[in-house]
C-alpha cells in the first residue's frame, strides 16, 4: 500500500514559470514514519520543537524567499535547510517521485489547465503503483480547488481517463483527500519537491538561485513517472 501526497504550482510568468504543475511523492506506508521522524528532526533543531504548525511548516518559498517563519534568516542558512529537505525527498528506493507539466500557453482552453494536470498525474500514479498494488491521494487543501478535484476523479474512476486511449484508474482507492500543508510533513516535502523541479525550469536569478542550482545539479530528483503536455498548440 502507498499514500501519494500531491501539489501544485501555478504559471509565475514573471519568474519564467509560464506551465501548470501538479507533482508529487509516491510513498509505501512502511516508510512514511520514518520520513517524517526526518522532517520531524529538522524541525526540532531549529526551532527547537516537533509541533505541527504554521510556526514550524517548511514551505518551500517561504524558506527560498526568506518569508515567515523563516524570516530574517540569512541565505546560507535558507539553503542549507532547503537542501536538506530535498535531500529526504532524493532518497533512491523510499519515495518515488511523479509530476504533470501542462504547457498553458499551447493549451486551446488555457483555463483547463489544473483539471488536464490533474488527469495526466493519476495516469502517471496508476503507472507508478501498478495494477497490483493501491495507493491513496491527499493534497495541499485548497477550497477552490478541493471540491471540483473530486468530483471529477470520481468519474476517472468510474470510467477511466477522458482521452481516446483512457487510462482505467483501478490502483488509486476512495476519494481525493485534503489537508493543510502545516498539518502534513509529508505535504510538506512534496511542496519542497515540486518547488526544486520548478526551479530547474524557471528564470530567478541572483546568487540563492546560482546556489541553489548548483546543489540540486548533485542531487538526483528525477520523476519516476511524468507528463509534459502538450508538446505543440492545440487545434480548435
Same mark, same amino acid.
Given at each position: 500500500?502507498?499514500?501519494?501526497?500531491?501539489?501544485?504550482?501555478?504559471?509565475?510568468?514573471?519568474?519564467? /514559470?509560464?506551465?501548470?504543475?501538479?507533482?508529487?511523492?509516491?510513498?509505501?506506508?512502511?516508510? #512514511?514514519?520514518?520520513?517524517?521522524?526526518?522532517? +520531524?528532526?529538522?524541525?526540532?533543531?531549529? $526551532?527547537?520543537? &516537533?509541533?505541527?504548525?504554521? =510556526? !514550524?511548516?517548511?514551505?518551500? @518559498?517561504?524558506?527560498?524567499?526568506? %518569508?515567515?517563519?523563516?524570516?530574517?534568516?540569512?541565505?546560507?542558512?535558507?539553503?542549507?535547510?532547503?537542501? %536538506?529537505?530535498?535531500?529526504? #525527498?532524493?532518497?533512491? +528506493?523510499?519515495?518515488?517521485?511523479?509530476?504533470?507539466? #501542462?504547457?498553458?500557453?499551447?493549451?486551446? +482552453?488555457?483555463?483547463?489547465?489544473?483539471?488536464?494536470?490533474?488527469? =495526466?498525474?493519476?495516469?502517471?500514479?496508476?503507472?507508478?503503483?501498478?495494477?497490483? /498494488?493501491?495507493?491513496?491521494?491527499?493534497?495541499?487543501?485548497? %477550497?477552490?480547488?478541493? +471540491?471540483? *478535484? #473530486?468530483?471529477?476523479?470520481?468519474?476517472? @474512476?468510474?470510467?477511466? *481517463?477522458?482521452?481516446?486511449?483512457?487510462?482505467?484508474?483501478?490502483?488509486?482507492?476512495?476519494?481525493?483527500?485534503?489537508?493543510?500543508?502545516? =498539518?502534513?510533513?509529508?505535504?510538506? /516535502?512534496?511542496?519542497?519537491?515540486?518547488?526544486? /523541479? *520548478? =526551479? &530547474? $525550469?524557471?528564470? @530567478?536569478?541572483?546568487?540563492?538561485?546560482?546556489?541553489? !542550482?548548483?546543489?540540486?545539479?548533485?542531487?538526483?530528483?528525477?520523476?519516476?513517472?511524468?507528463?509534459? $503536455?502538450?508538446?505543440?498548440? &492545440?487545434?480548435?
Amino acid at each position: 500500500m502507498y499514500v501519494t501526497y500531491f501539489d501544485e504550482v501555478k504559471p509565475i510568468p514573471d519568474q519564467g /514559470l509560464k506551465s501548470y504543475w501538479l507533482g508529487g511523492i509516491v510513498v509505501k506506508m512502511d516508510h #512514511i514514519a520514518g520520513l517524517e521522524a526526518q522532517a +520531524n528532526a529538522l524541525a526540532k533543531e531549529l $526551532w527547537g520543537t &516537533q509541533e505541527l504548525s504554521e =510556526h !514550524t511548516e517548511f514551505h518551500a @518559498r517561504c524558506i527560498y524567499f526568506g %518569508k515567515f517563519p523563516f524570516k530574517g534568516w540569512p541565505p546560507e542558512r535558507r539553503l542549507e535547510v532547503m537542501m %536538506k529537505l530535498v535531500d529526504m #525527498i532524493a532518497q533512491p +528506493n523510499i519515495i518515488k517521485r511523479v509530476y504533470a507539466k #501542462i504547457n498553458v500557453d499551447l493549451l486551446y +482552453n488555457p483555463e483547463k489547465a489544473a483539471e488536464y494536470a490533474f488527469i =495526466h498525474f493519476c495516469e502517471r500514479v496508476q503507472r507508478v503503483v501498478g495494477s497490483d /498494488l493501491k495507493t491513496l491521494l491527499i493534497g495541499d487543501f485548497d %477550497k477552490d480547488q478541493a +471540491n471540483k *478535484t #473530486i468530483q471529477e476523479f470520481l468519474r476517472y @474512476r468510474i470510467e477511466g *481517463t477522458p482521452w481516446e486511449f483512457g487510462v482505467e484508474i483501478t490502483s488509486i482507492v476512495d476519494s481525493v483527500h485534503f489537508a493543510r500543508s502545516h =498539518h502534513s510533513r509529508m505535504i510538506q /516535502l512534496a511542496d519542497v519537491y515540486l518547488f526544486a /523541479l *520548478t =526551479h &530547474q $525550469w524557471g528564470a @530567478r536569478t541572483g546568487e540563492m538561485a546560482e546556489k541553489f !542550482t548548483e546543489e540540486l545539479k548533485k542531487r538526483d530528483i528525477s520523476p519516476k513517472s511524468y507528463k509534459d $503536455w502538450p508538446t505543440k498548440k &492545440q487545434d480548435q
